[in-house]
């Protein structure tokens, strides 16, 4: 038996093995008219080659609560019902391939209202598409980008409404599994974290204060999304700053307050939420975050970042530094790489009857 392929339970879903994907926007909807944020074909094709690859759970790329919640125009999203009915033909290949369906549940914040990435990812105003963004302060991220509006209470309330009404969208939109947003330095990790959050009010200052908007966007999920699903968080284990960040520590304390508020899953990301710091990035690089919140509480853990390798990937788990891993631009590279690596490692991975003389 192979770590990476033994199947996992969470509540009441079973995922089939611990190779899963983590979001990875991919830019590629409308940016207006009644298409926007509803998936396209390529969407399908770019979900449907990872499931067919024997991927164990896919978290569909972040997907905006509201218009305003999107990274770019062309970013997913879920406030409405044709997005609901396009997001079905998703779930339901997925599904019969065997793989989990899960989806980013997100809102950009201050980082919203931006160009695609490839097309230099540049702040956008309203002649491209764009519009003005939210924030628990008015601080830019960078000299780039705009100052955003401070979020009033009554707004503040209005999104965590969203998230749940996101989240009710999902569920009929067939997902498994919903994670939310609050990494990367969108609007959840804006509100956590004392560099991006400067309030005086209830929802800034104390440790209590900068989780209080996380833990209201949770409890709002979790009472939508079913008891026999799981829901998972992604968060910003740190932000690299030296001092007037979020830590390791915080994010310790945080992942025990997550689990008693209903969080079944940690997906342990780092960084995005202050420009210009180092990073120092290499094979696994935030597998040691991962590894102190699954060691120091009882939360569950997903790995992330750099993880490529088939040994490597087994060993993490193998180690007990996780209970997942999840592989980003390794599957954009190789769709198929859980199936090699059951391969390699004696591992069973469901393969498509169409592709039976593969095996
Ligand atoms: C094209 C691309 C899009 C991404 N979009 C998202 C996203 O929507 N949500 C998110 O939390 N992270 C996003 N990420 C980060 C990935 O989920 C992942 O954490 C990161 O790529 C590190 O893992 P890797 O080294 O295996 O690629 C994106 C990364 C890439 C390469």
Redesign the pocket.
């Known amino acids: 038996m192979t770590a990476l392929f033994e199947p996992y339970t969470l509540r009441e879903l079973t995922i089939p093995n611990r190779v899963w994907m983590?979001?990875?926007?991919?830019y590629s909807a409308a940016p207006e008219g009644p298409e926007t944020g509803v998936p396209t074909d390529w969407h399908f094709a770019h979900y449907a080659a990872r499931a067919t690859g024997g991927t164990g759970l896919i978290?569909v790329?972040?997907t905006a609560v509201s218009a305003q919640g999107r990274?770019s125009p062309y970013d997913l999203g879920i406030w409405n019902d044709a997005q609901v009915e396009a997001f079905r033909r998703i779930t339901r290949f997925l599904t019969a391939q065997g793989t989990v369906p899960a989806i980013?549940l997100?809102h950009a914040g201050r980082k919203a209202s931006t160009d695609r990435?490839w097309k230099g990812g540049a702040p956008v105003g309203p002649d491209a598409h764009g519009w003005d963004s939210v924030a628990p302060s008015p601080l830019a991220f960078d000299d780039r980008h705009p100052a955003p509006a401070e979020l009033t209470v009554d707004q503040i309330e209005d999104v965590v409404e969203q998230f749940a009404a996101a989240a009710r969208r999902a569920l009929a939109a067939g997902f498994e599994v919903a994670e939310i947003?609050g990494?990367?330095g969108y609007l959840i990790n804006e509100f956590l974290s004392p560099h991006s959050n400067h309030r005086t009010d209830a929802y800034g200052g104390s440790y209590e204060n900068r989780t209080r908007f996380a833990l209201e966007v949770v409890d709002a999920v979790r009472e939508v999304w079913p008891d026999d699903k799981p829901l998972f968080f992604?968060v910003s284990a740190t932000d690299w700053l030296e001092d007037g960040g979020w830590t390791a520590d915080d994010t310790v304390r945080f992942a025990a307050d997550l689990r008693a508020h209903g969080i079944d899953l940690l997906?342990v990301?780092t960084g995005g939420n202050a420009s210009g710091v180092r990073i120092p990035t290499g094979p696994g690089y935030?597998v040691p975050f991962a590894a102190r919140v699954k060691n120091e509480t009882a939360l569950p853990v997903a790995a992330?970042?750099?993880?490529?390798d088939v040994e490597q990937a087994e060993k993490i788990l193998a180690n007990g530094e996780a209970d997942a891993v999840?592989?980003?631009?390794?599957?954009?590279r190789n769709p198929s790489w859980a199936r090699h690596a059951a391969r390699e490692l004696g591992g069973e991975v469901r393969v498509p009857d169409q592709y039976h003389r593969s095996v």
């Open positions: 983590p979001p990875m926007c991919q978290i790329e972040a990274i980013q997100a990435p947003h990494a990367h992604r997906d990301s935030q992330v970042g750099l993880i490529t999840l592989l980003g631009r390794e599957l954009l």
